[in-house]
């Protein structure tokens, strides 16, 4: 078992930044990847940013990529997500999810690509 804790959500004004972090317990040392997802109300959960575990490669969507950064910290089992040039159609519920190592192949974007999500970080970027 895997558990993910996410922090950092809130209500900003476009044009801030915001970090979120999630902190990874449990079975972290078989961790292949970490993802960043968010879901709008009415809308289907996507991904947004993703990191290798071991190596660090990273992934964006189109929609967030020069505005987000993704990065880890293996000795503190945690990954973050800076996201910065925030727009209102950032407004979403982020969610961190854990990949393990089970013939994986980079990158992973698919949400059925991910074995343990945590419960969510509501962020609100007003105009």
């Known amino acids: 078992q895997v558990q993910l804790v996410e922090s950092g959500g809130g209500l900003v004004q476009a044009g801030d930044s915001l970090r979120l972090s999630c902190a990874a317990s449990?079975?972290?040392?078989?961790?292949?990847?970490m993802g960043w997802f968010r879901q709008a109300p009415g809308k289907e959960r996507e991904f947004v940013a993703g990191?290798?575990?071991?190596?660090?490669?990273?992934y964006y969507a189109d929609s967030v990529k020069g505005r987000f950064t993704v990065s880890r910290d293996i000795a503190k089992n945690t990954v973050s997500l800076q996201m910065s040039s925030l727009k209102s159609e950032d407004t979403a519920v982020y969610y961190c999810?854990?990949?393990?190592?089970?013939?994986?192949?980079?990158?992973?974007?698919?949400?059925?690509?991910?074995?343990?999500w945590g419960q969510g970080t509501q962020v609100t970027v007003s105009s």
């Open positions: 999810a854990c990949a393990l190592n089970l013939n994986r192949r980079w990158p992973v974007t698919l949400k059925g690509s991910y074995d343990y």
């Open positions: 449990g079975r972290a040392f078989s961790t292949y990847a």
């Open positions: 990191i290798s575990w071991s190596d660090a490669y990273t």
